[in-house]
């Protein structure tokens, strides 16, 4: 059934933030209501972080577990008094001098005020200060910490733009705040803080190396390494997130590089005529070549990761169509910003990542392409 209500579109230019505007927003957020804002990484659907009520309906909105916690947003080192319980310990001061304003979130000891709706029931909560000038002027306007997920519906792929927020919860929230696109494109790097160490729970805008450069060149603490995908990662981390609606699986590298094309075409077609709809979601670089009927989208150049995470939900998006049957996305098996991006299109694919040409044979021809799509 098709809703009547549209949530209402507010266009604050960032370069110039309307003062009247941002007043407005801060006012229904510290109100109750629910409010979209933009931020550097993704949009965020913002609520009063001190308010049960409208804390509820943010789960709801997004269809989102009660164990997911929300990060909070703050404008100041002093509205992080108001989120944290104890004494902010040295280690996470340092990340914040260096990182905030930025897209780097701290899960600190909860403060006493932070309702049970925003931690899931834990003893933590996840800050973070935008460096985004309308989502900072928003929060200091509210004059409220703000709880912010992504703005999407739970599993689907974030939004960098209000009209991804519009396609996914225009029905849901009652204003969105338009900013043009998000800077990042990828979500703020979660840490948690324990001691001397620094465990990355969500690889993020902040790369693994700056996070270690800063703990070494202070001389104190240390990064715990996460290889892959990290064992205590953050709970709403699931195996399967930021997916397209069509069946999506990832490959290395090189798989494709180390694969005939007339192996591939064959292997498609002893399954059930996957080969009339599969996007090949690769590279600049090294447009593989590819059976007749396949299509290649390119993520942009290797050489230019931090535009790949700018541009990349916006290419998961687009890439659903009625003809889209099967999406293999290829990771870019990079450091740095590639951790991010890697960890995404994993998750994209339900982690269903194929290592060598033989495992994407076989997959091929085991997939039934007369099968409904999967609708998320
Ligand atoms: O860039 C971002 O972080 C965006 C913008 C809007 O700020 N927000 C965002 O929120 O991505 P969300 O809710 O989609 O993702 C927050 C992640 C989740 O994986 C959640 O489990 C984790 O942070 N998290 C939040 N609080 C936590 C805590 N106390 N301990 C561990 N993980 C936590
Ligand atoms: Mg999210």
Redesign the pocket.
């Known amino acids: 059934m098709v809703s009547e209500r549209q949530a209402e579109r507010l266009t604050i230019d960032p370069t110039a933030p309307d003062a009247e505007l941002v007043a407005m927003a801060g006012r229904a957020l510290r109100e109750g209501k629910l409010v979209a804002?933009p931020?550097?990484?993704?949009?965020?659907?913002?609520c009063n972080a001190l308010d049960a009520d409208a804390i509820r309906r943010v789960f709801t909105a997004k269809s989102?577990p009660l164990s997911?916690?929300?990060?909070v947003?703050v404008d100041s080192d002093e509205m992080v008094s108001t989120v944290v319980g104890e004494p902010v310990p040295g280690l996470a001061s340092l990340l914040m001098d260096r990182f905030w304003p930025g897209?780097l979130?701290i899960?600190l000891p909860?403060g006493a005020e932070v309702p049970d709706e925003?931690?899931?029931g834990?003893d933590?909560?996840?800050v973070?200060f935008?460096s985004h000038p309308v989502?900072s002027a928003i929060i200091t306007a509210a004059g409220v910490p703000i709880a912010?997920?992504?703005?999407?519906t739970f599993s689907h792929v974030?939004p960098t733009s209000a009209d991804h927020v519009f396609a996914d919860l225009g029905a849901e929230v009652d204003v969105i705040v338009d900013s043009g696109r998000t800077d990042?494109g990828?979500?703020?790097t979660?840490v948690?803080v324990d001691g001397d160490s620094v465990t990355v729970?969500?690889h993020?805008?902040v790369t693994e190396e700056e996070l270690a450069a800063v703990i070494a060149a202070a001389g104190t603490g240390r990064l715990v390494p996460t290889g892959g995908t990290p064992a205590n990662?953050?709970?709403?981390?699931a195996d399967r997130h930021y997916s397209p609606n069509a069946p999506t699986l990832a490959v290395l590298p090189g798989v494709l590089g180390s694969t005939d094309v007339a192996e591939l075409a064959a292997a498609a077609g002893a399954g059930t005529g996957v080969e009339a709809g599969v996007l090949y979601v690769g590279y600049d670089e090294d447009e593989p070549s590819l059976p007749a009927d396949w299509h290649f989208r390119s993520l942009g150049s290797r050489n230019d990761l931090a535009r790949v995470g700018h541009d990349l939900y916006d290419t998961l998006r687009s890439l659903d169509g009625p003809n889209v049957r099967l999406i293999i996305l290829e990771l870019t098996g990079a450091d740095g910003l590639g951790r991010a991006i890697d960890d995404r299109m994993t998750r994209a694919a339900s982690s269903v990542v194929f290592r060598d040409r033989s495992g994407l044979l076989a997959a091929l021809g085991n997939y039934d392409a007369t099968a409904d799509v999967e609708e998320v």
Not at 233 to 237: I, L, N, T, V
Request: charged share 15%; hydrophobic share 35%; net charge positive.
């Open positions: 804002i931020t550097e990484t993704v949009y965020g659907l913002g989102r997911d916690p929300l990060i947003h897209p979130t899960v909860r925003i931690t899931g834990l933590t909560v996840g973070r935008p989502a912010a997920p992504s703005a999407n974030s990042k990828l979500e703020s979660v948690s729970l969500r993020g805008a990662a953050s709970p709403g981390h």
